[in-house]
């Protein structure tokens, strides 16, 4: 009866702590993501107003039949992907690294632990190379 009584406390307080863990990785990932939603904001804007100025010298340039502004305002949209990705690309990285620390603490055996840290170097290095 003391044996079975030991192991329910000891199911509990291990789910207590798995809990605790879970609870403070939702913490962390909402604060990164608080963090982040004014930069999120910021590229928006900086989108919306490179494309409507983008736009403006395709109309612009179509309705004036002026050759190089079509062609600056087309390039200006073009221009557009590459940084977008870019910043993207930084802030999806930021995030995984600043919750990774916290998930990691979830795992509670060190050669697992090992595992997920190679693994999560070798994403981050893959990831990288493509960006």
Do not use: W
């Not at 612009?60 to 870019?86: C, D, H, Q, S, W």
Request: a positive charge; hydrophobic letters at 45%.
């Amino acid at each position: 009866m003391t044996a079975s009584i030991n192991v329910a406390n000891t199911r509990v307080a291990t789910d207590v702590v798995v809990k605790d863990k879970e609870a403070r990785l939702n913490e962390r990932i909402d604060g990164v993501l608080r963090e982040n939603e004014r930069s999120e904001k910021l590229v928006f804007v900086l989108m919306t107003i490179l494309f409507s100025a983008g736009l403006a010298l395709v109309v612009a340039g179509y309705a004036l039949r002026e050759p190089l502004m079509l062609g600056g305002g087309t390039v200006a949209e073009i221009g557009l992907v590459f940084p977008i990705n870019k910043i993207i690309a930084i802030r999806t990285t930021r995030i995984e690294l600043q919750t990774f620390p916290s998930m990691l603490s979830l795992v509670d055996d060190p050669s697992k632990k090992e595992k997920v840290v190679i693994e999560f170097i070798n994403k981050q290095y893959h990831m990288r190379g493509k960006t």
